[in-house]
């Protein structure tokens, strides 16, 4: 096989994937997936309660939170654990900030404890045998607790007995409306549940049942007689949105820890579209700079780099579009775009150096086109990993958008060595076969005056 029909093919073969991918870009609508720096929305940061938080706890509470995330109809959140105890939770495009922040830091601890005693609050005022129970180490499952419950005007304090049903046990809930159309809760446990809740109505028959959610009193119904059938509702004065909340993390579970809220963050989407604009302005200047320099000073072969870069960019893109489920573009994203151009020239101009030099011999560039890669190739792929293994440490080290910049550095520093090997090369070679093109006022090259003018050529 000759040398033209191998570099023939190694251009025919990027071109061809290149059109695959594009192929399924169009066929499936794909499109970025654009970070929340770029769309808009709403970034929380929340801390995980208590002295040792293991592993498997944070990645279950990451779960749950994206159960919540996904009812409340949020696309393509990003939740993701920061370091030991720390939870982020990126919501691009979310129209009720407040609503999720309220959603996803509720702990949705649900407890039904039977009523023992009650008093008004006004009549104990300052019994201490009557003071709210408040702390962590009071407010537990095992222990009796007194809590609040406001009826009306009146706010009655209940002194409740140890949790006899948890939320672990609803199967479904959901938002029904009564005839004065006021909101509640309807459930069905689960069969073990379903057991359990007939056990405890049986043996507790005129007595209260307080329904508790994050040690608030909901409802406190009478247990006017057994509940066999494993349904119940939960009242109060709920509107049409804090219903639809407590219908989700019902049906999606408590979180495992509790969390606490460090930081946040709302990003406007006019600011996420001017940072998105201001990213691609920046990523063509540097793109038309990087090219009128490279025409500059390598002339024909610069068309080369800017058609390599052409490609380099169409291959970043579509893939940006095809790994939309994995992969959302940042703001940091876009700034390890532009830094790769700038590596993707050096590629081209390290390999460029050395034809020039072997031309300044009096070599052809025919005879050296290739001969002069073999030698570049050598700095192309150690200056490539070298980059490769600095974006490699800072994304598995890095936390937030430094993840982003350096996912792309990466991926984009696999593509200058595929792209500089099986296109820049053989794009070379072939152009290396025009007797013009290898003249040396066509590469920007200055000829020594010896040479210049015919002595001592090879």
Known sequence: MSRKTKNLISIGAVLLILVGIYAVKFIFDLNPRLGLDLKGGVSLVYEAKGKSIDTDVLDK??????????KLGVAEPEITVLGTRNVEVQLPGISDPE???????????????????????????????????????????ENDVILPLKEGKTTLLLKLGPTQLTGDAVKKAQVAYDESNAARITFEL???????????????????????????????????????????????????????????????????????????????????RDSLSQGLLAGMVGLIVVALFMILFYRTLGIVTCLGLAVF???????????????????????????????????????FERIKEEIKEGRSLRSTADSAYKSAFRTILAAD?????????????????VKGFALTLGIATIFDVYISYFFVRPFTSLLSNWEWVGRPWALGVRMPAARASGGGSK
């Open 190 to 272: 689960t069969g073990e549940g379903k057991g359990q809740f007939a056990k405890i109505t049986q043996e507790n028959q005129n007595k209260q049942l307080a329904i508790v959610l994050d040690y608030e009193v909901e409802s406190a119904p009478n247990i006017k007689e057994p509940i066999t059938d494993g349904k119940g509702e939960i009242t109060g004065d709920f509107t049409d949105k804090e219903a639809k909340d407590l219908e989700i993390v019902l049906n999606t579970g408590a979180l495992p820890v509790e969390l606490v809220p460090l930081t946040e963050q709302e990003v406007t989407a006019t600011l996420g």
């Open 99 to 141: 609503r999720a922040k309220e959603l996803v830091g509720k702990t949705a601890q649900l407890q039904f404890r039977i009523v023992q005693d009650s008093k008004d609050a006004k009549e104990v005022k300052d019994d201490p045998a009557w003071k709210v129970t408040e702390g962590d180490e009071n407010l537990k499952p």
């Open 61 to 70: 509470t990451v779960e749950k939170i994206r159960e919540r995330v996904d």
């Open 313 to 351: 960019g169409a291959y970043i893109y579509g893939l940006i579009c095809v790994l939309g489920d994995f992969w959302s573009l940042t703001l940091a994203g876009i700034a390890g775009i532009i830094v790769s151009i700038g590596i993707a020239a050096d590629s081209s101009i390290v390999y």
């Open 385 to 401: 990993t070298v980059s490769f293994a600095a974006a490699a440490i800072l994304y598995i080290f890095a936390i937030g958008s």
